[in-house]
């Protein structure tokens, strides 16, 4: 499975804007994630969303990624 | 996750009624408590100093005849903060933020802080610190800020975003990047292109009630605050975080909040009054003034955006661009980068290229307002749409319908869209009767789109049933639009009782797990998907209760109504049981009825709306009178309409008063000139027409109920559609907000 990414993520990838990982939750992707892209980590930590299939998680890692899903990883938002 | 979340359809009997607030009759007779109404035996009082200047070196602070001053009994400077930050720069900032450290940042910036006796005194105390300041450079303007020869705000920021990774130091903190496919590309294709630059000026909240707490915090660690807030959970952990406690040492009550809309999402003064509770171990209650208010809290972004959009003559958009440059005060923050991924979100495009920068100055650290960041990229957007559509001779509805993303679009900042709204809102706009209304001499109309995430998060519930059959239900998340009213709705329609029989209370932080602020327009949504859970765990204890007193297994007891049931022709002859019934026996089958959930309640939606108003502008004075206003939005299922459509109301009101008149006005010497009521005039009800409203309840699929958000989309379209009006109105096209009457009179002027 790809992971997306965009904005200021996309620098701690190397610049790469799609980056293949594996899991069955959004937890599983990004735990893949960090083992190939070691910086991601900190931005983890200051927080992020992943959209799947359009849909917005910014918390749920124990969310199941159903097979063929577009999965992108957003910066997390504020809101007011 | 014990219960599905996912959208039933379910029937209602309760949920869509217009029942009465149940907080009505105490704030309208005063008996509500807010920040300031919370008293303690022996309490101080707490005042701040602030930094006159824009931006100077603090060289020395001394408190000696402060101190000297009978009935001070504590004084806090930058150095009674040791940093228990653990390197974390965010946290660090707010607390640089809260109390300045060897700098002052900008006009209205903490230097000290008094704890005394009565307000006189502390007020006396103020004026006997002798603070010698070092005044510095600055800059308070964002397109200056950006500059290579601008004041650096911060010699630590290297912008992020940037490839190579900058070395040298720059105001702008990041630069974030969005879309897909080729603008170049997209741009040759098209027939016509408009490319535009646009200003919006920073404006405050506007919140009535002034920050406000009361704190204690004794020699063990142990303390409690008194705030308002819109999160006190969030409170407490950063002012732990901030103040080197532990967090289950320190207990927040949320008051009743008198206003927040993003502006009480973060700490300003709180630990200010929690460390000067510690130094003199007495209650401090610290009330912040209205010039405070404005000078010192979190008001949003000024901003300067250039927005290049191409279509051809058939009206399809060929490509958009945009690059958002936004001011977040002395501070890093996201606003920028929220600028860039909201700016074309209501389109379906094929080129698309958004780059924000988030910009630091002198001024005060920005926070969120209402749909952060969407207002103003908007205002941009929106504007270069309607001319678009006057070029191609096109209705500028008609023209956005076209255009609208739909299922199945790639969204200009990543994902593709599920089901979404705003096609809907455009058609309910296009027949609507305001659309066919004709307009007067000096008269115009706008419409625009607008467009906000939404988001849900941590949450925690609990509901009691008392032995009479009344329920108790305590949330966390701050009641800040009338969610305590709807989440009662949701209780009593899961329950099957009366609207009245349930009560909603805010737990303190001591009461519930932690819940998340409300922010994101994510109370009803979040609290009510957890008041649903919680319910039906109450229903399953009753069902229990039932099956044991008629003697038959649980599977055979269902809840209907507000009463268990026995199924099954062998069950005939027992009779049901009522809440009332199962709740007066509950000491003696096995003690209290209650239910509890935690969540984590994502999956709350993106949101649309779309806005139709009315301007008259004279043309001699430049002064605009908005005649007619309506507000169309997808609320998924609105739980009470009463209380979506007041937020629809408030977003727009609020728009207005950004659109027309408000602004933080800068002098010279960076300090702000107009801090109070009289100077930044907020729209009052003489200023506005009855706001019309239309709710589309377009099912979220991702709530039991199919709940969206509400609160903040409304404040999107406003600028623009004001803009898009005012333009039409007087044949200038209008690109500075506040559009006050001198920026109207200057524009006709120089079109002429």
Same mark, same amino acid.
């Given at each position: 499975m790809h992971i997306r990414l965009s904005g200021i993520l996309c620098q701690a990838t190397g610049g790469a804007s799609t980056v293949e990982v594996s899991g069955a939750t959004i937890g599983d992707i990004l735990t893949s994630l960090v083992q190939k892209h070691p910086a991601i980590q900190e931005h983890l930590d200051d927080g992020v969303a992943v959209a799947v299939n359009g849909e917005i998680y910014r918390d749920r890692r124990d969310q199941v990624i159903p097979e063929g899903s577009e999965v992108f990883l957003l910066p997390r938002i504020e809101g007011g | 996750m014990p219960y599905e979340t996912d959208y039933t359809n379910q029937k209602f009997s309760v949920i869509g009624n217009r029942v009465n607030r149940p907080d009505g009759v105490d704030k309208v007779t005063g008996r509500a408590r807010y920040g300031a109404d919370a008293s303690a035996a022996g309490q101080l009082v707490g005042k701040i100093l602030r930094s006159p200047h824009a931006h100077a070196l603090i060289k020395k602070i001394d408190t000696s005849k402060a101190e000297k001053l009978p009935g001070v009994k504590a004084i806090v400077t930058g150095d009674d903060f040791p940093d228990f930050t653990g390197g974390n720069r965010s946290l660090m900032d707010t607390l640089e933020n809260c109390m300045a450290r060897g700098r002052a940042l900008y006009d209205g910036h903490a230097v000290a802080a008094v704890a005394a006796v009565d307000a006189q005194t502390a007020n006396e105390a103020l004026k006997l610190i002798k603070v010698t300041y070092k005044k510095l450079p600055h800059v308070t303007d964002v397109d200056e800020a950006m500059k290579p020869s601008a004041p650096v705000v911060h010699d630590w920021i290297r912008t992020a975003g940037i490839e190579p990774a900058p070395t040298t130091a720059s105001n702008i903190s990041q630069r974030n990047e969005f879309g897909h496919g080729d603008i170049d590309v997209g741009f040759a294709e098209a027939d016509v292109i408009i490319e535009k630059t646009f200003k919006t000026e920073q404006t405050h909240q506007g919140y009535i009630e002034p920050h406000a707490c009361l704190a204690t915090l004794g020699p063990d660690g142990s303390g409690e605050l008194w705030v308002t807030t819109q999160g006190h959970f969030t409170f407490r952990n950063m002012c732990a975080s901030l103040l080197g406690l532990d967090v289950a040492k320190l207990k927040v009550t949320s008051s009743e909040i008198g206003g927040g809309f993003g502006?009480?999402?973060?700490?300003?003064?709180?630990?200010?009054?929690?460390?000067?509770?510690?130094?003199?171990?007495?209650?401090?209650?610290?009330?912040?003034?209205?010039?405070?208010?404005?000078?010192?809290?979190?008001?949003?972004?000024?901003?300067? *955006?250039?927005?290049?959009?191409?279509?051809?003559?058939?009206?399809?958009?060929?490509?958009?661009?945009?690059?958002?440059?936004?001011?977040?005060?002395?501070?890093?923050?996201?606003?920028?980068?929220?600028?860039?991924?909201?700016?074309?979100?209501?389109?379906?495009?094929?080129?698309?290229?958004?780059?924000?920068?988030?910009?630091?100055?002198?001024?005060?650290?920005?926070?969120?307002?209402?749909?952060?960041?969407?207002?103003?990229?908007?205002?941009?957007?929106?504007?270069?749409?309607?001319?678009?559509?006057?070029?191609?001779?096109?209705?500028?509805?008609?023209?956005?319908?076209?255009?609208?993303?739909?299922?199945?679009?790639?969204?200009?900042?990543?994902?593709?869209?599920?089901?979404?709204?705003?096609?809907?809102?455009?058609?309910?706009?296009?027949?609507?009767?305001?659309m066919k209304k004709r307009l007067g001499k000096n008269q115009g109309r706008g419409v625009a789109c607008g467009f906000w995430f939404n988001f849900g998060g941590q949450t925690c519930t609990d509901l009691n049933i008392g032995i009479d059959g009344s329920v108790n239900l305590t949330v966390g998340t701050v009641d800040v639009g009338g969610s305590r009213a709807s989440l009662a709705l949701i209780a009593a329609e899961e329950l099957g009782v009366d609207y009245d029989q349930v009560r909603v209370t805010i737990g303190d932080t001591s009461s519930l797990g932690h819940n998340d602020t409300t922010e994101g327009s994510r109370g009803?949504?979040?609290?009510?998907?957890?008041?649903?859970?919680?319910?039906?765990?109450?229903?399953?204890?009753?069902?229990?209760?039932?099956?044991?007193?008629?003697?038959?297994?649980?599977?055979?007891?269902?809840?209907?109504?507000?009463?268990?049931?026995?199924?099954?022709?062998?069950?005939?002859?027992?009779?049901?049981?009522?809440?009332?019934?199962?709740?007066?026996?509950?000491?003696?089958?096995?003690?209290?009825?209650?239910?509890?959930?935690?969540?984590?309640?994502?999956?709350?939606?993106?949101?649309?709306?779309?806005?139709?108003?009315?301007?008259?502008?004279?043309?001699?004075?430049?002064?605009?009178?908005?005649?007619?206003?309506?507000?169309?939005?997808?609320?998924?299922?609105?739980?009470?309409?009463?209380?979506?459509?007041?937020?629809?109301?408030?977003?727009?009101?609020?728009?207005?008063?950004?659109?027309?008149?408000?602004?933080?006005?800068?002098?010279?010497?960076?300090?702000?000139?107009?801090?109070?009521?009289?100077?930044?005039?907020?729209?009052?009800?003489?200023?506005?027409?009855?706001?019309?409203?239309?709710?589309?309840?377009?099912?979220?699929?991702?709530?039991?109920?199919?709940?969206?958000? *509400?609160?903040?989309?409304?404040?999107?379209?406003?600028?623009?559609?004001?803009?898009?009006?005012?333009?039409?109105?007087?044949?200038?096209?209008?690109?500075?907000?506040?559009?006050?009457?001198?920026?109207?009179?200057?524009?006709?002027?120089?079109?002429?």
């Open positions: - | 502006g009480k999402t973060h700490v300003w003064m709180e630990p200010v009054a929690l460390q000067l509770a510690r130094k003199s171990n007495r209650p401090v209650k610290l009330v912040m003034t209205r010039e405070e208010v404005f000078k010192a809290t979190g008001p949003t972004s000024s901003t300067s *955006v250039d927005v290049k959009i191409g279509a051809k003559k058939n009206g399809r958009i060929t490509a958009a661009s945009a690059e958002l440059r936004y001011q977040s005060g002395a501070f890093p923050g996201m606003w920028g980068m929220l600028g860039a991924m909201t700016s074309f979100a209501c389109y379906d495009l094929k080129h698309v290229k958004s780059v924000g920068y988030d910009v630091l100055c002198n001024r005060p650290k920005v926070a969120a307002y209402r749909a952060p960041s969407a207002p103003m990229a908007a205002f941009g957007v929106e504007s270069v749409i309607d001319l678009l559509a006057a070029e191609l001779k096109m209705d500028p509805v008609e023209f956005r319908i076209k255009n609208a993303a739909k299922k199945g679009t790639r969204a200009s900042y990543g994902p593709i869209y599920g089901p979404i709204g705003i096609g809907p809102t455009l058609e309910a706009v296009k027949n609507h009767p305001h009803t949504f979040s609290s009510g998907m957890a008041t649903i859970f919680a319910a039906r765990n109450a229903i399953d204890v009753m069902k229990q209760r039932a099956a044991d007193t008629w003697g038959i297994p649980v599977e055979q007891v269902v809840w209907e109504e507000g009463v268990a049931r026995a199924k099954g022709r062998q069950n005939s002859n027992l009779p049901p049981l009522s809440l009332k019934e199962i709740a007066a026996k509950s000491p003696r089958t096995g003690g209290p009825i209650a239910g509890h959930n935690e969540v984590v309640a994502d999956g709350a939606g993106v949101s649309f709306a779309s806005h139709i108003c009315d301007v008259e502008v004279d043309p001699e004075t430049g002064s605009t009178r908005v005649i007619r206003y309506t507000v169309v939005q997808d609320a998924g299922k609105a739980i009470h309409p009463d209380y979506v459509e007041g937020q629809f109301q408030g977003g727009a009101a609020q728009g207005i008063g950004w659109a027309l008149n408000e602004e933080y006005i800068y002098g010279e010497d960076g300090t702000l000139q107009n801090a109070g009521f009289l100077d930044y005039r907020i729209p009052v009800c003489s200023d506005l027409p009855f706001i019309d409203t239309e709710i589309l309840e377009i099912p979220n699929p991702n709530h039991p109920y199919g709940v969206r958000g *509400v609160g903040e989309t409304s404040i999107v379209p406003p600028l623009a559609a004001i803009g898009n009006a005012v333009s039409n109105a007087v044949g200038v096209r209008m690109t500075h907000v506040p559009m006050s009457p001198p920026r109207i009179l200057k524009a006709i002027e120089d079109a002429q």
